[in-house]
């Protein structure tokens, strides 16, 4: 999981160019297989830091709505309070993200964190379906072209141990060149990468 991965902040963005922070915990995984808690998640690491007002602008939702998926991060540790920063009510709390990208780890083998790991796989797709459908009805989509905004795909082959190998190098690239694209700055439109790879078990291309 990227922080897909998605403005105008009192600091930076965190910079990417770091290892993504491996993530083992079966309740951490378990809070993010939300759709709704990844875009919270997926808000606040695009934000660097940001208060509960700034996070809501930033994802286009009230504020009031983010609070419960707010505190459940809280709870099992994927963002923290950095600052209270002084209005003229009360301090609003600023939060950040534990950090600027995160990884399930891929050795964990536990069967109640594979069982959250499938939930979580679902709800990466049902809001990658979401923000299709959306970005279909925009009248500025481009489907083609070095502008291309929107894109949805699937293949299928057989792979070689050799090519496996060669595939993951280039989705690692990817996804690196991805992650550090919007460290030179504010400007453009936040994105969402998502991206899947499963053996096609018993069918036949």
């Known amino acids: 999981m990227r922080g897909t991965r998605n403005t105008n902040y009192p600091e930076a963005p965190m910079k990417r160019r770091t290892k993504p922070l491996k993530i083992s915990s079966e309740a951490q995984?378990?809070?993010?297989?939300s759709p709704m808690r990844l875009e919270v998640l997926h808000g606040v690491m695009a934000c660097g830091s940001c208060t509960m007002k700034e996070l809501a602008e930033h994802v286009g939702r009230l504020p009031e709505s983010l609070y419960y998926h707010v505190n459940k991060l809280l709870q099992v540790g994927l963002i923290?309070?950095?600052d209270k920063r002084p209005t003229r009510r009360r301090p609003e709390a600023v939060y950040r993200?534990?950090?600027p990208a995160l990884q399930v780890d891929p050795d964990e083998r536990n069967p109640?964190?594979?069982?959250?790991l499938a939930k979580l796989g679902a709800g990466i797709l049902r809001r990658a379906?979401?923000?299709n459908g959306a970005a279909l009805e925009r009248a500025d989509t481009r489907r083609a072209g070095a502008r291309?905004?929107?894109?949805?795909?699937q293949r299928s082959t057989r792979l070689s141990p050799q090519a496996l190998a060669r595939i993951n190098a280039r989705l690692d690239e990817l996804i690196e060149e991805f992650d550090t694209a919007g460290d030179d700055g504010q400007d453009?439109?936040?994105?969402?990468?998502?991206l899947g790879l499963a053996p096609?078990?018993?069918?036949r291309p």
């Open 29 to 33: 995984v378990e809070a993010i297989a």
């Open 80 to 82: 923290k309070e950095v």
């Open 97 to 99: 993200a534990i950090a």
């Open 112 to 116: 109640g964190f594979l069982k959250a």
């Open 129 to 131: 379906e979401r923000l």
């Open 148 to 153: 291309r905004n929107q894109l949805l795909a």
């Open 188 to 194: 453009g439109e936040f994105f969402i990468l998502t």
């Open 200 to 203: 096609a078990s018993g069918s």
